[in-house]
């Protein structure tokens, strides 16, 4: 079982890192890289050098109707954790909550009761970074964790006794039994004050480190972290800016791309939509 699950996200991570995806971004800015499939045909071409067939045909959205995810068939798709399963280190937010399972906190029940719409925080644990490492540790300092981990940061957090929503950082210990399957790496900043809730996340293998975008306009910014336990966290965005940063990525020419969705107009079709006045690497 395990073996297969981490088939499945290899493959998954060729296809972020897959040229195409890279020059759909870099092409916009008048970049040397190769531009992106314009055609199935080219697609598929491309594809094909993955030992991948395409999808020809897209999933279109249907009122009413949820609707499976088309895949090559040479790819599955498995669940490796879920949000009811429990944190092996929970962590208390305040008197009354804590950081209890990987997709909820603690301030209601995970399920409405019959007849209500009351439920516990949803976290949203968001954009995966997957990682082969050597040596992790975590709570358990007689446990071995494995080499295949997932890191994310959480979009949405229950508020503390300040009034501010908490975010955190997880990784999912892949190779992991069940009652270690998801490590609380971060709740706060090496200072002590809270973390920010997160967006995206990206391995910058030059620092050494994770880094964290929040999506929080004039407080928003980046946050780097270690990958010890517990995980030392610093807000970098003297550093860079601040702003609502949706996503980060590194590519394969050391560039760092941040991804900006509040600022600028909306667009004209979809109102909640932005169109962000420039970019940054």
């Known amino acids: 079982m395990r073996t297969?699950?981490?088939?499945?996200?290899?493959?998954?991570?060729?296809?972020?890192?897959?040229?195409?995806?890279?020059?759909?971004?870099?092409?916009?800015?008048?970049?040397?890289?190769?531009?992106?499939?314009?055609?199935?045909?080219?697609?598929?071409?491309?594809?094909?050098?993955?030992?991948?067939?395409?999808?020809?045909?897209?999933?279109?959205?249907?009122?009413?109707?949820?609707?499976?995810?088309?895949?090559?068939?040479?790819?599955?798709?498995?669940?490796?954790?879920?949000?009811?399963?429990?944190?092996e280190n929970p962590a208390a937010i305040s008197d009354t909550v804590s950081i209890s399972f990987y997709g909820y906190d603690s301030d209601g029940p995970l399920l409405p009761a019959l007849g209500t719409v009351t439920e516990a925080t949803k976290t949203e644990p968001d954009k995966n970074t997957y990682l082969v490492l050597n040596d992790q540790i975590g709570p358990d300092a007689s446990y071995d964790y494995g080499r295949h981990f997932i890191f994310q940061g959480h979009e949405i957090g229950a508020k503390n006794a300040s009034g501010q929503s908490t975010g955190y950082i997880t990784r999912v210990n892949l190779d992991a039994d069940f009652a270690h399957k998801v490590t609380l790496l971060a709740t706060t900043e090496a200072t002590g004050k809270s973390l920010p809730v997160f967006d995206g996340s990206t391995w910058d293998p030059w620092a050494k480190k994770l880094i964290f975008s929040a999506e929080l306009g004039p407080s928003g910014g980046l946050w780097q972290a270690t990958l010890t336990f517990p995980s030392v966290v610093d807000d970098i965005s003297g550093s860079v800016g601040r702003g609502g940063y949706e996503a980060i990525q590194n590519d394969s020419d050391g560039n760092v791309w941040i991804v900006e969705d509040v600022g600028g107009k909306t667009g004209t079709v979809s109102t909640h939509a932005k169109q962000p006045p420039g970019r940054a690497t």
């Open 4 to 87: 297969s699950t981490r088939t499945a996200l290899s493959i998954s991570l060729s296809l972020a890192a897959f040229p195409v995806v890279v020059a759909g971004c870099a092409g916009a800015a008048g970049s040397d890289e190769p531009s992106a499939p314009e055609t199935l045909g080219q697609a598929t071409e491309e594809l094909s050098t993955l030992g991948l067939s395409a999808v020809p045909t897209a999933n279109v959205k249907q009122i009413g109707l949820t609707s499976p995810n088309v895949l090559s068939p040479e790819l599955f798709e498995t669940a490796v954790v879920q949000g009811s399963i429990p944190l």
